[in-house]
Every structure is written in C-alpha cells, then in structure tokens.
C-alpha cells in the first residue's frame, strides 16, 4: 500500500537547520509531486512547498523563500525539505502528500498524506 514517512525533525534554536525527509513507498514515485505541508497549534494547515515529477519544478509559499529548498532523490524515493535560519514562526507539524504528476496550492487535491514530524523551534 502507499506510505509516506516523514523523519528529521525536532528542536532546534532560532536561526538554526533541520532537513526533513519523505520516504514513500507503494506508488511510482517519479511519476508523482511530493508537497511539504505544515499545521501549527490553533491554525489551518498550509503548504510550505512542492517538487514536480515531470520537470522538477518547485514551488515555495513566500514565507519560506530563501531559506527552504526541496529535492527529490528518484533513486531513493524520497523528497527532502532543508530548512535554514529557522524562526519560531516555523514551528508546526510538517507532513508530506503526494498527488500525480504536478504540484497544486489546493490541499485537497492530494492523495495520500504521511504522518507527520514534529518542528520546534526555540531557544
């Protein structure tokens, strides 16, 4: 069945990085778009980012650009997120989802959706 599992996250301290990583499974996985999704407490879940299949092209919400950059290893199966200067405005549950093909800024349009990592960020 498909599976996606997100790892890398944690507690880091204003300013610092963490690389989160979705491993999938289940699924051609360069035949599908990996999107980088993030809930904090109270709010609604948004979209930080997205890697294409077909051309590898990205997409990151403005918040993040600059300092977020996805890839995606075809390989390995797996899509990462390196995050740098981290803010505590970062702090929330980051999930991955998958949907064919291309990336979409609508969240219901993916597919399948992983669990969920945990990102602090504090001093």
């Known amino acids: 069945q498909v599976q996606l599992v997100e790892s890398g996250g944690g507690l880091v301290q204003p300013g610092g990085s963490l690389r989160l990583s979705c491993a999938a499974s289940?699924?051609?996985?360069?035949?599908?778009?990996i999107g980088w999704f993030r809930q904090a407490p109270g709010k609604e879940r948004e979209g930080v980012s997205c890697i294409s299949s077909n051309d590898d092209s990205t997409y990151y919400v403005d918040s993040i650009k600059g300092r977020f950059t996805i890839s995606r290893d075809n390989a390995k199966n797996t899509v990462y997120l390196q995050m740098n200067s981290l803010k505590s405005d970062d702090t929330a549950v980051y999930y991955c989802?998958?949907?064919?093909?291309?990336?979409?800024?609508?969240?219901?349009?993916?597919?399948?959706w992983g669990q969920g990592t945990q990102v602090t960020v504090s001093s």
């Open positions: 989802a998958t949907r064919p093909v291309r990336c979409s800024a609508e969240t219901l349009l993916y597919k399948f």
């Open positions: 289940g699924f051609t996985f360069n035949h599908w778009a």
